[in-house]
């Protein structure tokens, strides 16, 4: 029996300026985790790719950390031939230092002005290859929003093709608890305030779990695998 596949991107980028330096942010990864807890639980194959934070790896889900943008583009684009299922939680870094400083920079008189360049966007890549012989993957992202959330949270799920977005604020980064909008293109939205990013996380894989069904019911329905559509909707 073959496990439909889920790729959880998590947790900050992290760019180097110099051999001890780098750009960075607060995200702390929890909601990957407690996606990557929640499918692992269910049987499926789960491949968390994780920036650099302290955590503990939920049993029988597969760990690849990550460091950069660019590095996290690389792995996603190495596995995605597998994937049924893309979940973009990570706070990648959309700029980095033009270029790493060997070594320590030294202070010297005046101010310094660090040159950033475009890091890829990894959701977006992936989305423009969403479709596989068994039909398109499903893709969820995470709009992080200052202002004008929804909206904005909105034009993203167009640009990176997905399936649902879920709109949140900076307040959200690194804690247990946050207010979320939960949008699918072309229906209502649908306010979760003050949901756990635990049972956030079991809504996602029922949502996950009935539009891999279709994809893969769609082959089954073709003479393939049955089994895979059954274990993705346990
Ligand atoms: N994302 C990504 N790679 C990036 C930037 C974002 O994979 N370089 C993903 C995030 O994991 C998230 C979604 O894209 O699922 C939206 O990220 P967000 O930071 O809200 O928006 P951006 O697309 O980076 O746009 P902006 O920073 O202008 O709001």
Redesign the pocket.
């Known amino acids: 029996m073959k496990p439909p596949v889920l790729l959880i991107?998590a947790g900050p980028s992290r760019e180097p300026i110099d051999d001890v330096r780098y750009l960075s942010n607060g995200a702390s990864g929890r909601m990957g985790l407690a996606v990557a807890q929640v499918a692992a639980e269910k049987g499926w194959q789960v491949h968390l790719a994780l920036g650099p934070v302290d955590a503990q790896i939920p049993a029988g889900v597969i760990h690849h950390p990550f460091e950069t943008?660019r590095d996290l583009d690389a792995l996603t684009a190495q596995l995605w031939p597998q994937v049924d299922a893309f979940v973009?939680?990570?706070?990648?870094c959309?700029y980095r230092p033009q270029e790493r400083i060997p070594g320590k920079k030294k202070k010297a008189p005046g101010d310094w002005n660090l040159q950033l360049v475009r890091?890829?966007?990894?959701?977006?890549n992936r989305s423009k290859d969403k479709e596989d012989e068994n039909g398109p993957r499903i893709l969820v992202?995470?709009?992080?929003?200052s202002q004008a959330g929804e909206e904005?949270a909105r034009r993203?799920a167009v640009k990176?093709n997905l399936d649902l977005v879920l709109c949140n604020s900076p307040g959200n980064l690194g804690v247990a608890t946050g207010d979320y909008i939960w949008i699918e293109p072309g229906q209502p939205s649908i306010d979760l305030p003050a949901i756990s990013k635990d049972l956030l996380a079991v809504k996602l894989m029922e949502f996950i779990g009935t539009q891999v069904t279709l994809r893969r019911g769609h082959r089954a329905s073709m003479g393939n695998d049955e089994s895979v559509s059954q274990q993705a909707q346990s």
């Open positions: 991107t943008a973009a939680t990570a706070a990648v959309d890091n890829p966007d990894i959701l977006e992202g995470f709009a992080l929003e904005e993203k990176k």
